[in-house]
Each structure stands twice: as structure tokens, then as C-alpha cells.
């Protein structure tokens, strides 16, 4: 059974969830609290309020009863004294039944109140005039019509406690908003500087807070200073290695070119020159994008760019579709290296690589396709691994790399906090690599 449905109502933010956790127990308590209250409280006021009217109503309708006829009953009841208060209209037309507004909340205590203090009585009419009680009671002279002041039989504005519940709910809640917004920002703002490390930069971050969130804090903060220490070693004992392994392959090189040209020299040649490749391509993977900087970029002219050094250096490839415009923050040198990995990578395989670009509000996605045999789908995962060969499924006859530039384009792309993904190409029939930068 799915039952995703109940999710999406709530929040999916921490502010928006802390803030419902907050307030759903606090309303929900002051309600209840508030209707018992408010039950019990109309319901004893208005039981001892209308205990002191029905002495006074007793009273007229015995006077009625003893009256002998109509005209003696009409003049006892004008000649009732002032302090009763009652308006009081004999016979009545009045329709029997009682009624209330929706909206009246201690109405039905008043009915109830009525009903069981007057036996006999006929309706309660509240509706009709809201600033009096109604009565219809039954006597030998006819229906007689009783109008009492509503103050005299229930507590006036009963609404103003639920409007003050309000009032000070609200005020409360936006109390514990602020609070509660100060308890979370250390946690938004760590949240944001492990964002912006995953996507290879480093924003300024001192952890704050509860002893919890600094501890977070601390610990993502001895994480960073160890990763960019690590980098930095191993960029250093790189660049030593590439001068060391340069320095005998040069004096090969020059050796080499003083001997005579035969077959033998021609071939070490060959593996000199493979040396030489096989350097290069490594420390390309090992630095990644150590030696570039985030900046504002238009991916656009980045792409054209990349095609155009590409097609300089005899690789056939095209521009395909372009949607979107605008600059992104991106380390341009490394997603440059990325993209030629990629057209190299299709162009040794296939017969021409196809480049297309695509930007929306979250991603920057780079395609490129080409009309080789493509990766089986069981292997793709296996490709982006270092030095992983995958050449008896790809065509040997245009050569063949170490390995490594899927995995350096996979790298740069996890820098950016994105990924690299393999398909097939609907268009061209071969491999589809999509470079997925996050923005």
C-alpha cells in the first residue's frame, strides 16, 4: 500500500517541520484546554445565572394562573414590578421549537438550562433577538411570550477567551520562532559548507550552537583540513615524481635521437613516447582540479570552445543541442579536461562525437555521444574505475588509453557534486556520457 500521499502535506524543510512539531502539541493543548474550560465554565454560570430568573418567572406565572380571566392576567402583568425585567406578551403567537445561532457557544447551555428549570415551557428562542432569551411557556390564559435581557442568563462575550488564546498563541509562537530559528542556523550554515566543499569549494565555517551542532561542526571542520591536506600531499609528491620521471625519459629521448634510425630505435621510440603518454595521463588524474578555481562561467562558450581545440587537434566533433543560457560556478580548466576526455574517448572508439549541453535551475549537463559499440550496462559501473580497460568490448583497431578518462571525468564531476553517466546513445547508436555538474 502507498501511503506517500500522507507525506506530502507536510513539510520537508528543518524550519518548516521543527515549527510544525512546535506548534501542532501547543494548539492542540490549548484547544482542549480551552473547550473543557470554556463547557464547564458557561455551563456553571448559566445554571446559577437562571436559578435567580426562575424565582421571578415562577412568581408571574403563578399570579397568571390565579388571574380569572384574560384581561386579569394582562393586568397582572402590567402592574409586575420594574426589577424583573421581563417583557412579557400574553396570548403569544409565537411558533414553538427552539433555535440558536451556529455560532453561539453557550446557547445550548441556556437551552439546556431553561428546559430542565421549566418544565413546561414551549421554545427558547435565541436567534431572533440575539440581546434577549425568548420563552414560550404554555398557561390556562394561552401561550405567554417572556423576554429576558441575555446578560441576565449567561456571561457576555464568550468569544474573548478563545480571541485571547489566540492572540497569545500567536505571540508565542512567534517567540519560539525566534529562538527556535537561532538553534537552527548553525545547522543550516554547516549544511551549506559541506554543500559547498562536495561541490569543490570552501566556504568560511566556525561551528556554533548547541554543544550537539558544535560538535558537528568541529568534526566536519577536521574532516575538511584533512582532505585538503591530503590533496595538497598528494599534489606535491606528484609534481616530485612528474620532474623525476621526466628528467631519465628526457635523457632517453635525447639518446635515442643520437642513434642511428633502425627498427630497433623506431621501437623504443614507440615505448618512450607511450611512457611519456601514460605520465601525462596519470598525473591528469591524480591532480583533477587541484590547479583550478571556481569561478563564473558561460558554459555555452566553454562548449564551443572545447570543440573548437578539439577539432584543431583532427578529433571530428559537432555541437549538438543547446538549451539554456547563463554563467554557472564551475572550475572551467577542469570541466574543459572532462570534455576532451569525453571526445577523446568517443573519437578513438567511434567515428565522430556529437556535444550537447543542457541548463536548467539545479544541473548543467554535458552530453556526448558517439557511433562506437558503446559499454554493455553490466560494465558501465566497472568503466569509471582507474585504469579499467574495457577494449575487448570497444573497437581496438583505433588504439587504446590506460584507463583513466572516464574516471578523471567522473572525478570532476563528483567535485562539482555531480556525476557521470553512461547510456546508450539513441541518436548515434554508440556510448552516451552525460557530465552532470550541480549548480
Same mark, same amino acid.
Given at each position: ?41 458557561? $455551563? ?33 402583568? #402590567? ?38 428549570? +421549566? &418544565? ?11 440581546? =434577549? ?21 449567561? #456571561? ?35 549544511? $551549506? #559548507? ?9 566556504? &568560511? ?24 591536506r591530503q590533496i595538497e600531499q598528494r599534489t606535491l609528491l606528484l609534481s616530485g615524481v612528474s620532474h623525476d620521471l621526466r628528467t631519465p625519459l628526457t635523457r632517453l629521448k635525447l639518446a635515442l635521437a643520437m642513434q642511428t634510425e633502425s627498427d630497433e630505435t623506431a621501437l623504443m621510440q614507440r615505448d618512450v613516447d607511450d611512457m611519456e603518454r601514460l605520465l ?46 547563463? $554563467? ?17 574517448? #568517443? ?16 544541473? +548543467? ?32 583497431? =583505433? ?20 556525476? +557521470? ?19
Amino acid at each position: 500500500m502507498n501511503l506517500s500521499w500522507l507525506r506530502r502535506p507536510f513539510p520537508r524543510s528543518l524550519y518548516g517541520r521543527a515549527l510544525l512539531i512546535l506548534i501542532v502539541p501547543i494548539v492542540t493543548i490549548q484547544l482542549v484546554v480551552s473547550v473543557v474550560f470554556i463547557q464547564r465554565h458557561f $455551563e456553571g454560570v448559566t445554571r446559577q445565572m437562571t436559578a435567580s430568573i426562575f424565582v421571578g418567572i415562577d412568581y408571574l406565572l403563578g399570579q397568571v394562573a390565579a388571574a380569572p380571566d384574560l384581561a386579569g392576567a394582562q393586568a397582572v402583568i #402590567a402592574a409586575l414590578p420594574e426589577p424583573f425585567g421581563f417583557d412579557v406578551t400574553l396570548p403569544s403567537d409565537m411558533a414553538s421549537g427552539d433555535s440558536q445561532d451556529l455560532l453561539d457557544l453557550s446557547g445550548g447551555y441556556v437551552i439546556e438550562a431553561f428546559r430542565t428549570g +421549566l &418544565p413546561g415551557i414551549l421554545a427558547v428562542d435565541l436567534s431572533t433577538q440575539r440581546s =434577549k432569551v425568548v420563552l414560550l411557556i404554555e398557561t390556562r390564559h394561552g401561550p405567554m411570550q417572556i423576554g429576558i435581557e441575555r446578560r441576565r442568563v449567561s #456571561a457576555s462575550n464568550p468569544h474573548q477567551l478563545l480571541v485571547l488564546m489566540l492572540v497569545i498563541s500567536a505571540l508565542m509562537t512567534l517567540i519560539a520562532y525566534a529562538f527556535l530559528r537561532n538553534q537552527l542556523r548553525p545547522i543550516t550554515r554547516l549544511a $551549506e #559548507a559541506a554543500e559547498a566543499f562536495g561541490k569543490g569549494r570552501s566556504l &568560511p565555517y566556525r561551528p556554533r550552537g548547541a554543544n550537539e551542532v558544535r560538535a558537528a561542526g568541529g568534526a566536519f571542520l577536521d574532516m575538511r583540513n584533512r582532505i585538503e591536506r591530503q590533496i595538497e600531499q598528494r599534489t606535491l609528491l606528484l609534481s616530485g615524481v612528474s620532474h623525476d620521471l621526466r628528467t631519465p625519459l628526457t635523457r632517453l629521448k635525447l639518446a635515442l635521437a643520437m642513434q642511428t634510425e633502425s627498427d630497433e630505435t623506431a621501437l623504443m621510440q614507440r615505448d618512450v613516447d607511450d611512457m611519456e603518454r601514460l605520465l601525462e595521463e596519470f598525473l591528469a588524474f591524480t591532480r583533477g582540479d587541484a590547479l583550478d578555481d571556481p569561478e563564473p562561467t558561460d558554459p555555452v562558450a566553454l562548449l564551443d570552445q572545447v570543440i573548437a581545440n578539439a577539432r584543431r587537434s583532427g578529433h571530428p566533433a559537432t555541437l549538438g543541442e543547446v538549451s539554456g543560457a547563463g $554563467e554557472v560556478l564551475l572550475r572551467p580548466m577542469a570541466v574543459a579536461r572532462a570534455l576532451d576526455n569525453l571526445i577523446g574517448n #568517443a573519437v578513438r572508439y567511434g567515428s565522430r562525437a556529437v556535444v550537447g549541453l543542457a541548463l536548467t535551475d539545479r544541473t +548543467l549537463r554535458f552530453t556526448v555521444e558517439d557511433d562506437g559499440p558503446g559499454i554493455p550496462p553490466d560494465r558501465r559501473d566497472e568503466a569509471l574505475l582507474p585504469f579499467t580497460r574495457l577494449d575487448p568490448s570497444r573497437n581496438q583497431n =583505433k588504439g587504446s588509453g590506460v584507463g583513466l578518462g572516464l574516471s578523471i571525468a567522473h572525478d570532476i564531476a563528483r567535485s562539482h557534486g555531480g556525476s +557521470l553517466r553512461l547510456g546508450h546513445s539513441d541518436t548515434l547508436g554508440g556510448l552516451r556520457a552525460e557530465l552532470i555538474l550541480a549548480r
